[in-house]
């Protein structure tokens, strides 16, 4: 059963087929590891729609000719950044960020290290970067440094500027807000940007987590949260081992509260939920 669209404009309804959609999350499993399953039709669809109006495509058999014969790869990479968008917000999951202040930062004699891998849009780095200026003397928060990585290049961006609505800061103290953030200008309040005290401890980076990766550690905690739940065990089991090995001894791995390492081989050990020790 095909799904349909009814779209205004040039396009009419569209339909995905089921070998259509089962190609564009085959690509999708093949480039980045994220396994999407049936019943996902109707994101893919919704989602890859705007793209189709965008090139002035008419079907999905068109849109999947360009993906795969352009070879800049330019369009399967639009593809990639369409479907792998996340949403996220600051201190999410907060008790991790209770831990890393409380257990973490206290036993760092040395320039913390952090890396944020799957960052979306930029809220969980800015996090980091806040609580290490709150909690760190400031010798030691001047010499932090926060690794942001996802794959999508338009979170990226989003993530660099690193301006947001007002609404977003509803679980940011006052105080912090007005400490590290500043309204835009000309917005009335409607919008906030980054001062560069939280800006210069971040390097942004486009990072497929399933190839090499250029960056070396030790890091003190890597935070890949309502990441690895989109992977099949093969591509976790991977993604472990090698998180592990980016870590010092004694280093952290935070995950989702909806992910856990069970039924994984691997050597971290338990702390509470969604953390891990090396």
């Known amino acids: 059963m095909s799904v349909m669209l009814s779209a205004p ?58 993906v795969v014969s352009d070879p800049s790869k330019r369009e399967f990479t639009e593809m990639v950044d369409v479907l792998t968008t996340n949403k996220t917000s600051f201190f999410r999951e907060q008790a991790h ?10 036993a760092c004699t040395h320039s913390v290290r952090l890396w944020s891998a799957g960052c979306s849009t930029g809220e969980e780095p800015y996090t980091l970067a806040m609580l290490l200026n709150e909690t760190l003397s400031q010798p030691a928060a001047r010499a932090a440094r926060i690794l942001a990585t996802d794959i999508s290049h338009r979170v990226l961006s989003t993530a660099r500027a690193g301006v947001y609505g007002a609404d977003g800061f509803s679980e940011v103290p006052r105080a912090v807000l007005q400490k590290y953030w500043r309204p835009t200008p000309d ?34 905690a890597i935070f890949c949260r309502n990441v690895m739940i989109y992977f099949d065990k093969a ?28 039924g994984l081989t691997h050597r971290f050990r338990y702390v509470q939920p969604a953390v891990y020790v090396r």
């Not at 009419?12 to 994220?34: K, N, W, Y």
């Not at 960020?97 to 206290?106: G, N, S, Y």
């Open 9 to 66: 404009g040039q396009l009419g309804e569209v339909t995905l087929s089921p070998a259509q959609f089962e190609r564009i999350i085959t690509m999708l499993h093949d480039h980045c590891g994220i396994r999407m399953r049936a019943g996902k039709e109707g994101l893919v669809r919704a989602r890859l729609a705007k793209r189709l109006r965008l090139l002035g495509l008419n079907d999905f058999e068109s849109y999947l000719h360009v």
């Open 97 to 106: 960020f209770d831990f890393l202040q409380d257990t973490v930062l206290p």
């Open 187 to 220: 917005s009335g309040g409607a919008r906030f940007e980054a001062l560069p005290v939280l800006r210069d401890m971040i390097q942004y980076g486009r990072l497929n987590l399933m190839e090499s990766w250029p960056m070396r550690g030790p890091f003190d």
């Open 235 to 262: 591509t976790q089991q991977a993604l472990v081992e090698r998180y592990w090995a980016m870590l010092r001894p004694g280093g952290y791995l935070f995950v989702g509260h909806s992910e856990s390492l069970t």
